[in-house]
């Protein structure tokens, strides 16, 4: 991958809490063993502070609900029908 040649492997890399596979998207099987063993944080922040971080980051999205609907329909076998 592209971007993955250009970073700096001698800064921190900052990732959330990932699956092998991001999407349709593998992560290299090198770096998802390196991301298992490295050290770990978790950033706790109470659920109204969440809700409007999430709001402000995806705002293009719950602008336009028909986008969203569309993008989250793949998801509803895995939530029983529901999204």
Known sequence: CHALSEMDC???????SESSN??????????????RKAPRFELV????????ATLDEYRDLTLLPAILKTKLAPLERHTGGVV
């Open 45 to 52: 922040m109470p659920l109204p502070q969440r809700v409007a």
């Open 10 to 16: 001698t800064r921190p890399v900052w990732i959330e």
């Open 22 to 35: 991001i999407g349709r998207v593998q992560v290299p099987p090198q770096l998802f063993e390196e991301m």
